[in-house]
């Protein structure tokens, strides 16, 4: 079904909602969580574009009206402002057609060269994302954390659920270049700082794509800690998996239990191999084009210039705001909205 099948998905959530009244419907708790979400999702999508109809018909009847009186043309105006808006928030949706564009998100913040300044700036970056997913309604939750020695952070992965969650965010994995003065040098001369941001969608234990050996992991448990080394749990409840074939690391420590500090890491996991084997894909589709692909710390995507003015400007997009401040606060929509029309 397409985003405008609505005929049919009112069809599919009267199917979903008879299901959810079977006196067993509980008794498989997986799948009954699914069809209520799924079901939940639909009626969420039904009302809205009940709404933008609902919207269409009162400002044709306005504009009918506007005809005759003049003070009807500004509350007209405002209505259709509404309108466009809303629409160009479910238009976006459109767009969601990746394999796991609706999924969960799992984003990490790595800091690059530089030391304390670049741990900073991961910081920075970090929770810049928690609070665009505050924004949008996602939840997020760091599941995995490093410190740096002095000030920030040398990596953190932030788990961010909700809807189409991975399909906003996924065009963010690059490298974030910062220009600004350094609050941590004493002669607050203007410094440049690198980090790199990976974006992975959350994949489900079900999930066929990824098939994992037992024999292929090395699982490590540990204390969690805070900053300087603080020991928050005196018990190792902390889960650090090595995909021995590819040397793929990950780690969690959020989870008081270790054994869902384990389920998370698989998916992790799951996610990163998942990503290493569609990069491969997409190389080898480039060389067949022709396409020369870049890589590493020279992939920059954004660069935020805070002094001597302020601007922040996507390389690939060209979208760039003055308004910095507000875009460090969350404010992303601009950038991954012109991204995601761009690729699309």
């Known amino acids: 079904m397409t985003v405008f099948d609505l005929l049919e998905k009112v069809k599919k959530v009267e199917a979903l909602e008879k299901e959810m009244t079977r006196p067993d419907f509980w008794d498989d708790y997986k799948s009954a969580q699914d069809i209520s979400r799924e079901a ?181 448990t540990f204390r969690s800690s805070g900053p300087g080394g603080q020991n928050v749990n005196k018990v190792e409840t902390a889960v650090r998996i090595r995909h021995i074939p590819t040397g793929i690391v990950v780690a969690c420590q959020i989870e008081r239990s270790q054994l869902k500090n384990k389920e998370r890491a698989m998916k992790m996991i799951k996610a990163k191999i998942y990503q290493l084997e569609e990069a491969k894909r997409q190389e080898e589709i480039a060389k067949l084009k022709g396409v020369q692909v870049a890589t590493g710390w020279g992939n920059q995507i954004r660069s935020y210039v805070l002094h001597p003015y302020k601007m922040i400007k996507d390389l690939r997009t060209g979208h760039e705001t003055s308004q910095a401040e507000e875009a460090l606060d969350g404010d992303l929509d601009g950038f991954i909205e012109a991204e995601i029309r761009k690729l699309k």
Not at 68 to 90: C, G, H, N, T, W
Not at 136 to 153: C, H, L, P, Q, T
Not at 179 to 205: G, K, Q, Y
Request: charged residues 35%; aromatic residues 10%.
């Open 40 to 220: 939940s999702d639909l009626k969420e999508e039904v009302a809205v574009w009940d709404k933008i109809g609902g919207k269409i018909f009162d400002i044709r009847q306005m504009f009918e009206l506007a005809q005759e009186d003049k003070e009807i043309e500004k509350e007209l105006e405002s209505e259709y402002k509404q309108l466009l808006k809303l629409f160009e928030k479910e238009e976006l949706k459109v767009f969601m057609s990746g394999k796991y564009d609706f999924a969960n998100a799992m984003l990490t913040v790595a800091s690059g060269a530089g030391g304390t300044e670049a741990q900073d700036w991961a910081n920075i970056l970090l929770r810049m994302y928690q609070r665009y997913a505050d924004r949008r309604g996602f939840k997020s939750e760091v599941v995995d954390i490093n410190y740096g020695n002095e000030a920030g952070i040398k990596s953190a992965t932030l788990f961010i659920e909700g809807k189409n969650a991975y399909g906003f965010l996924r065009r963010e994995s690059g490298v974030h270049r910062l220009v600004r003065l350094s609050p941590f040098n004493a002669s607050n001369l203007r410094h440049t700082s690198f980090s790199s941001v990976e974006v992975m969608p959350e994949i489900e234990d079900n999930d066929s794509e990824v098939v994992i050996k037992p024999e292929e992991l090395e699982v490590d």
